[in-house]
T-cell receptor, first 115, second 112 residues
Framework: ETGVTQSPTHLIKTRGQQVTLRCSSQ?????VSWYQQALGQGPQFIFQ???????GRGNFPPRFSGLQFPNYSSELNVNALELDDSALYLC??????????????FGEGSRLTVL | QKEVEQNSGPLSVPEGAIASLNCTYSDRGSQSFFWYRQYSGKSPELIMF????GDKEDGRFTAQLNKASQYVSLLIRDSQPSDSATYLCAVNFGGSQGNLIFGKGTKLSVKP
């Protein structure tokens, strides 16, 4: 158990809809990163939030957006869902030191299916 | 393009043997290197990290880093059936903080 919790664990949406995924970080961690993991692939970095500001972004379109709240929990929002957005979405938290080096602690993920 | 390459496997070893997992990466400026284990249907969990050339040992696990060859490996001694999982190599290329580039993973199967 990493102490990182995500919700919902599973959800099904249709193409064009919008989705919000939520993450509570491990106690003492102020940095949250979001990753997308398609079936049979490694996780791909979406973006990172540090003290409520976006602090780095991967190669994902603007319809992927996020928020971090004062308690360091976070949301990932995806608009205009496409079939290829079907994946496991992973939230990972880290401390200041961990964020600089990449020591991430993952939640169990939210599995999104887009029909 | 920063890339991390792994043999997808499956790698099958008998119980008690040494499992050797390999990873290459594209950027000589890479700073830190990680091995994550992912059981089927579960999220990745960090098992080892290494920053400096050479070996780093933690229990049955040894990570080896050769920056000149852009190569990192993970050895698992006395492999157990519970080690059966996908092992993900991840590299921090020094870009956005905490931005890890993951390989596709190597599936390891330890046969009793």
């Amino acid at each position: 158990e990493t102490g990182v919790t995500q919700s919902p664990t599973h959800l099904i949406k249709t193409r064009g809809q919008q989705v919000t995924l939520r993450c509570s970080s491990q106690s003492g961690h102020n940095t949250v990163s979001w990753y997308q993991q398609a079936l049979g692939q490694g996780p791909q970095f979406i973006f990172q939030y540090y003290r409520e500001e976006e602090n780095g972004r991967g190669n994902f379109p603007p319809r992927f957006s996020g928020l971090q709240f004062p308690n360091y929990s976070s949301e990932l929002n995806v608009n205009a869902l496409e079939l290829d957005d079907s994946a496991l979405y992973l939230c990972a938290s880290s401390s200041d030191a961990g964020a600089n080096t990449g020591e991430l602690f993952f939640g169990e993920g939210s599995r999104l299916t887009v029909l | 393009q920063k890339e991390v390459e792994q043999n997808s496997g499956p790698l099958s070893v008998p119980e008690g043997a040494i499992a050797s997992l390999n990873c290459t990466y594209s950027d000589r400026g890479s700073q830190s290197f990680f091995w994550y284990r992912q059981y089927s249907g579960k999220s990745p969990e960090l098992i080892m990290f290494i920053y400096s050339n050479g070996d780093k040992e933690d229990g049955r696990f040894t990570a080896q880093l050769n920056k000149a060859s852009q190569y990192v490996s993970l050895l698992i001694r006395d492999s157990q059936p519970s080690d059966s999982a996908t092992y993900l190599c991840a590299v921090n290329f020094g870009g956005s903080q905490g931005n890890l580039i993951f390989g596709k993973g190597t599936k390891l199967s330890v046969k009793p």
